[in-house]
């Protein structure tokens, strides 16, 4: 009966993940489809960014069902193993963990090496003339895009290669380790385990360097457009501002075509007739803008679309308080970060030689506490750390979408809704699969670490009454104390079970300790590019990109006008066809009657 209370636990783990997989997948045909450039769709840009985003959020969200199934073996009340977890049972459910945890890792890092690269060069190398005109096949285009994906398949086995034969810099077993033991059985044993925890190490390390730019920017950007939007194009003062230029447009037109009245149009100077030309272009621009104020203030719209807008107005001061909330949790994560930052560079054991693993938490740190105390309540924690790992891959893509795609300052390509070209998602879906490995680090090592590597797990402190048995606190419910990496209390390591992603992290930074010092430095770096984005973004006032609204109205325009050309074309054709057929059937018919007399 036991055995079956702790399935039925982890099945509603289990199933709770599933639905949120099909959540995610739900949501990435959605964010697809939202950014991606609707007149440059591809089917295979849009499968395998479909695909990846779900990976990736898979990803992100596995670390809740980690703490979640490690914490659901231990009973927080007492300090021990639940009756049904047994060393058998405990082992079945780590392997399941380490299993998937490696499928989708590996098959994020297949996405982001391998096919989201090809994805990239099928869709560079269609040319539509050379298609219809010069008769290339789709064999050869697929050659091409394999061709070039070549170079990352020789990266994927350089990463491996290195990795296999460069000896780890942490693999001394003699070597400064009597103030480690207990993370002695982490360290890579094999050739092969080294070589993945290199290449996983390396591929946290880049994805830490665009974490750091990104991720911070975007954690203090996206709640203050929350709190703080641009005004719309429909607002009062812009509309009136649009009206009085479109007027003071017109009049200053007429003032020089009144100049030259009665006179040929080859008599007005060049002067004249170049202000003439940019009044004209000034007065589409203006025009249009007109129009889009018009639409977004329901012109020309159903009742349904009005009423969508007052819900929408209606709603705003949800959205305000939204963003309050959401300010204020990522200012609370970022003290965490600070604090958990400063307790390891002064207490780690190890220091540097091993990436400033801690053992336990010296001070008090909100995130962590929060998420012990929650825990009392099932399932609150699980629910908040699967909304903080989604805060944080959400304050990615406002980040992304808000920097742009840049070499050094040189923009390369704009995430903007609805404009982005698929070169521009297939990019940013690779970005954002390196950024989630180091958002794994960030919370497993910064945000909650105590929680995040042991959960609501905790042991009895008293010394057992005999060798080899558990300890008993039920009459020292004081004596109960959450589990920790401290070599204080050895017969903890019965009662704690550290979850997979910490001891995955923890292999990682220790086999291979300067990966770990550029994670851990780069915290600060994020802290610091996050409180100078945060502080500019508070006293800088949001405006309208109107040179952004004239480009995409002018690409709708030119859209449109493609568009119904093509229309009357296929009607003119298809006319044109009618008529033959038309003709050619009067003409049998009098042939038919000619024949006949």
């Known amino acids: 009966m036991l055995a079956d209370a702790g399935l039925i636990q982890t099945s509603l783990i289990w199933v709770a993940y599933a639905g949120a997989v099909a959540f995610c997948l739900v949501a990435a045909v959605i964010t697809t489809f939202t950014w991606q450039t609707p007149r440059e769709r591809s089917a295979v840009v849009s499968i395998v960014a479909i695909v990846s985003l779900t990976s990736l959020l898979a990803t992100v969200l596995l670390l809740p069902v980690d703490i979640a199934?490690?914490?659901?073996?231990?009973?927080?009340?007492?300090?021990?193993?639940?009756?049904?977890?047994?060393?058998?049972?405990?082992?079945?459910?780590?392997?399941?963990?380490?299993?998937?945890?490696?499928?989708?890792?590996?098959?994020?890092?297949?996405?982001?090496?391998?096919?989201?690269?090809?994805?990239?060069?099928?869709?560079?190398?269609?040319?539509?003339?050379?298609?219809?005109?010069?008769?290339?096949?789709?064999?050869?285009?697929?050659?091409?895009?394999?061709?070039?994906?070549?170079?990352?398949?020789?990266?994927?086995?350089?990463?491996?290669?290195?990795?296999?034969?460069?000896?780890?810099?942490?693999?001394?077993?003699?070597?400064?380790?009597?103030?480690?033991?207990?993370?002695?059985?982490?360290?890579?044993?094999?050739?092969?385990?080294?070589?993945?925890?290199?290449?996983?190490?390396?591929?946290?390390?880049?994805?830490?360097?665009?974490?750091?730019?990104?991720?911070?920017?975007?954690?203090?950007?996206?709640?203050?457009?929350?709190?703080?939007?641009?005004?719309?194009?429909?607002?009062?003062?812009?509309?009136?501002?649009?009206?009085?230029?479109?007027?003071?447009?017109?009049?200053?037109?007429?003032?020089?075509?009144?100049?030259?009245?009665?006179?040929?149009?080859?008599?007005?100077?060049?002067?004249?007739?170049?202000?003439?030309?940019?009044?004209?272009?000034?007065?589409?621009?203006?025009?249009?803008?007109?129009?889009?104020?018009?639409?977004?203030?329901?012109?020309?719209?159903?009742?349904?679309?009005?009423?969508?807008?007052?819900?929408?107005?209606?709603?705003?001061?949800?959205?305000?308080?939204?963003?309050?909330?959401?300010?204020?949790?990522s200012v609370l994560v970022a003290i965490s970060m600070l604090i958990t930052g400063i307790d390891k560079a002064t207490n780690s054991v190890c220091k540097q030689r091993c990436g400033y693993i801690l053992g336990h938490i010296s001070v008090f740190q909100p995130m962590n506490w929060i998420f012990v105390q929650t825990a009392k309540v099932f399932p609150i924690d699980y629910v908040l750390m699967g909304l903080l790992v989604l805060h944080l891959f959400s304050s990615s893509i406002s980040g992304i979408a808000t920097v742009g795609i840049r070499f050094l300052w040189i923009r390369i390509f704009q995430i903007r809704r609805g404009r982005t070209a698929p070169q521009a998602l297939l990019i940013a879906t690779v970005m954002l699969g390196l950024i989630t490995l180091a958002i794994n680090y960030a919370v497993a090592m910064f945000i909650a670490p105590q929680y995040s590597i042991f959960g609501t797990q905790t042991f009895c402190s008293l010394e057992p009454a005999r060798p080899g048995t558990a300890p008993d606190c039920r009459a020292n419910p004081d004596a109960v104390l959450p589990c920790s990496q401290s070599r204080k209390y050895p017969f903890a390591n019965r009662a704690c079970t550290p979850s997979v992603m910490s001891d995955f992290l923890n292999r990682i930074t220790i086999t291979w300790p300067f990966f770990g010092i550029v994670a851990f430095w780069g915290q600060f770096v994020f802290l610091a590019?996050?409180?100078?984005?945060?502080?500019?973004?508070?006293?800088?006032?949001?405006?309208?990109?109107?040179?952004?609204?004239?480009?995409?109205?002018?690409?709708?325009?030119?859209?449109?006008?493609?568009?119904?050309?093509?229309?009357?074309?296929?009607?003119?054709?298809e006319d044109a066809r009618n008529n033959n057929n038309n003709s050619g059937s009067s003409n049998n018919n009098r042939n038919y009657g000619t024949a006949s007399a």
């Open 529 to 573: 590019i996050f409180l100078v984005v945060l502080v500019t973004a508070f006293f800088r006032t949001p405006r309208v990109n109107l040179a952004e609204l004239d480009e995409d109205a002018e690409e709708d325009e030119e859209e449109s006008l493609l568009a119904a050309t093509g229309r009357r074309f296929a009607a003119s054709w």
């Open 69 to 329: 199934l490690v914490s659901a073996t231990s009973s927080a009340r007492l300090g021990v193993k639940k009756h049904w977890a047994t060393p058998e049972r405990i082992a079945g459910i780590l392997h399941s963990l380490k299993v998937l945890y490696y499928t989708l890792y590996s098959f994020d890092a297949l996405l982001c090496l391998l096919l989201i690269p090809f994805a990239y060069f099928w869709y560079e190398e269609y040319d539509e003339i050379e298609f219809e005109e010069e008769g290339r096949t789709w064999r050869s285009r697929l050659w091409a895009a394999a061709k070039y994906t070549l170079f990352f398949v020789a990266l994927v086995v350089a990463l491996f290669l290195v990795g296999f034969f460069v000896p780890a810099a942490g693999g001394d077993p003699d070597k400064h380790w009597s103030s480690l033991e207990y993370y002695r059985h982490l360290v890579a044993q094999n050739n092969g385990e080294k070589a993945l925890t290199f290449a996983l190490g390396l591929l946290v390390t880049l994805g830490t360097l665009l974490y750091v730019v990104y991720t911070s920017a975007g954690l203090a950007l996206m709640p203050i457009s929350f709190i703080k939007s641009a005004p719309a194009i429909s607002a009062p003062q812009l509309s009136a501002t649009t009206a009085s230029q479109l007027e003071q447009n017109r009049e200053r037109q007429r003032q020089l075509e009144m100049r030259y009245t009665g006179r040929n149009d080859s008599s007005m100077t060049r002067k004249d007739r170049r202000e003439l030309d940019a009044l004209v272009r000034e007065e589409q621009t203006l025009v249009r803008r007109e129009r889009l104020a018009a639409e977004a203030q329901g012109e020309g719209h159903s009742r349904l679309y009005h009423a969508w807008l007052k819900v929408c107005a209606f709603f705003r001061p949800v959205k305000m308080i939204g963003g309050i909330v959401l300010l204020l949790l």
